[in-house]
């Protein structure tokens, strides 16, 4: 099960990475949610059913900064191939507008030395680098896909570590539900065998009237001995079949018995009793 719900993860994760590009942000959200929802079943089976949310959120959470550093590695590694090193003025900057969740990157538009705009989406970078005239060297993609970076920001190998990094500590999640669930199946186990088994003492109990019957209406055989049949009594052991016995005045055979369970006021080998 952890295997298969390991494998399952790794899937969503390349499901998702491949789907970035094709799907809106609607549906990439809809499917997030259905694959925390589908990790959560999957995880109660597990066994530690107490700390599955959590542990959901925490392998969603990773799964999705692996598939987003993943994307940027993509990006990253196709400018490095097809990419133009050139120079280029900031003629334009502004700052994302304020939103609820999104972090307000600095946007600069960037032209050519000839005045002919850089082609692709604006340039982004978290903190406030470069002023409006300013000149600087950026890798531009000819197709206009990829916005344009400057030679610091592009780190594919770094971005691609990270996202198998995010990836593995995804599966670790599961792993460690794994481990939690084993420890909380031992923990049942271990309070099942503490609790009292209701049915067996009953039938104990009846089984030891049973003998308590026996031993008061059994006739002796020609050697003063009272014999039973140990099958009667699966849920009695010897012993504290020589108990019930020690209590009505006789004593439990130990040597001899040739498969019954004999009893008698003095016999050659007492058994011990419970």
């Known amino acids: 099960m952890a295997v298969a719900i390991g494998c399952y993860v790794l899937a969503a994760i390349a499901g998702m990475f491949f789907l970035t590009d094709h799907v809106g942000t609607g549906l990439q959200v809809l499917l997030w949610i259905v694959h925390g929802f589908v990790t959560i079943l999957l995880i109660e089976k597990l066994g530690a059913t107490e700390s599955s949310v959590y542990a959901t959120l925490f392998i969603v959470a990773t799964s999705l900064l692996s598939v987003t550093v993943a994307s940027i590695a993509r990006d990253d590694l196709t400018l ?12 334009k900057k502004w700052l994302d507008p304020p939103g609820v969740s999104k972090a307000r ?49 592009m780190g594919a190998t770094g ?17 460690w539900m794994t481990w939690r669930g084993s420890d909380a199946a031992r923990r049942r186990d271990r309070r099942k065998k503490a609790a009292p088994d209701h049915e067996a003492l009953a039938r104990q109990a009846e089984q030891e009237e049973k003998l308590r019957e026996a031993l008061r209406t059994y006739p002796v055989d020609r050697r003063g001995y009272i014999k039973v049949t140990p099958g009667d009594y699966s849920d009695l ?15 439990a055979e130990a040597w001899g018995n040739q498969g019954s369970w004999r009893f008698k006021e003095s016999v050659v080998e007492e058994v011990p009793l419970d």
């Open 105 to 153: 990157d600095y946007n600069y538009e960037l032209k050519h030395q000839d005045g002919t705009k850089v082609p692709g989406p604006a340039m982004t970078t978290a903190k406030d680098r470069f002023d409006v005239g300013q000149v600087l060297t950026v890798v531009e993609d000819p197709d206009g896909e990829l916005r344009p970076r400057t030679p610091d920001q």
């Open 80 to 91: 490095e191939q097809r990419g133009e090193t050139v120079t280029v003025t900031v003629v």
């Open 237 to 251: 052991s010897q012993q504290r079949a020589a108990r019930i016995a020690w209590e009505t005045g006789l004593r």
């Open 159 to 175: 971005n691609v570590l990270a996202a198998g990094g995010f990836a593995l500590a995804a599966v670790g999640g599961v792993g």
